[in-house]
T-cell receptor
């Protein structure tokens, strides 16, 4: 069955380190998204991509970057981790196979702690 | 930019009773889509129900239904015959139908629903 996976599921890192969170989908979706979830804020969009080599900034993109070299993967990189980036990160994808309204399918999330 | 507001941070309902979660949104667009997502303690985001703005008929999915009031920009979720498994965070989300941002979701801050046995 097609799926969307994230790794690692939990990560603890130190301030200043570079961290990369992986997102892999086998739905063959063109659209991929990264969100962060914080208490009291809901989910906020970090970056998104509508296809290979396409990337766009979302609402809270400072300190994050993405690159899209193939359809299946959209890794999220924290260039220099900060305590304010402690959060739960969700990857999502959408496309013609995710429903008439291009509903987004979500991965299981990655809990990142920056100490 | 669109905004989505969920004014009830927490709610509770007795098992088998009915509860309504509120959502309002702000947009200048005439065509868009609205969604309710459920997030149980497992953290998985689950799509509950969807509504197209051009459709006047309210969407229903089994025990879940919406009251969509386009003029008032309101999109509430009604859960009938509440079950213990309905306990979760519920998020309202907005998506444009056209334009560069038409695949993005804008979320409200969520409502935590507790179900009392």
């Amino acid at each position: 069955d097609a799926e969307i996976t994230q790794s690692p599921r939990h990560k603890i890192t130190e301030t200043g380190r570079q961290v990369t969170l992986a997102c892999h989908q086998t739905w063959n979706h063109n659209n991929m998204f990264w969100y962060r979830q914080d208490l009291g804020h809901g989910l906020r969009l970090i970056h998104y991509s509508y296809g290979v080599h396409d990337t766009n900034k979302g609402e809270v993109s400072d300190g994050y970057s993405v690159s899209r070299s193939n359809t299946e993967d959209l890794p999220l990189t924290l260039e220099s981790a900060a305590s304010s980036q402690t959060s739960v990160y969700f990857c999502a994808s959408s496309g013609p196979t995710s429903g008439r309204l291009y509903e987004q399918y979500f991965g299981p999330g990655t809990r990142l702690t920056v100490t | 930019a669109q905004t989505v507001t969920q004014s009830q941070p927490e709610m509770s309902v007795q098992e088998a009773e009915t509860v309504t979660l509120s959502c309002t949104y702000d947009t200048s667009e005439s065509d868009y889509y609205l969604f309710w997502y459920k997030q149980p303690p497992s953290r998985q985001m689950i799509l509950v129900i969807r509504q197209e703005a051009y459709k006047q008929q309210n969407a229903t999915e089994n025990r879940f239904s919406v009251n969509f009031q386009k003029a008032a920009k309101s999109f509430s979720l009604k859960i009938s015959d509440s079950q213990l498994g309905d306990a979760a965070m519920y998020f309202c989300a907005y998506r444009s139908a056209y334009g560069a941002g038409s695949y993005q979701l804008t979320f409200g801050k969520g409502t935590k629903l507790s179900v009392i046995p």
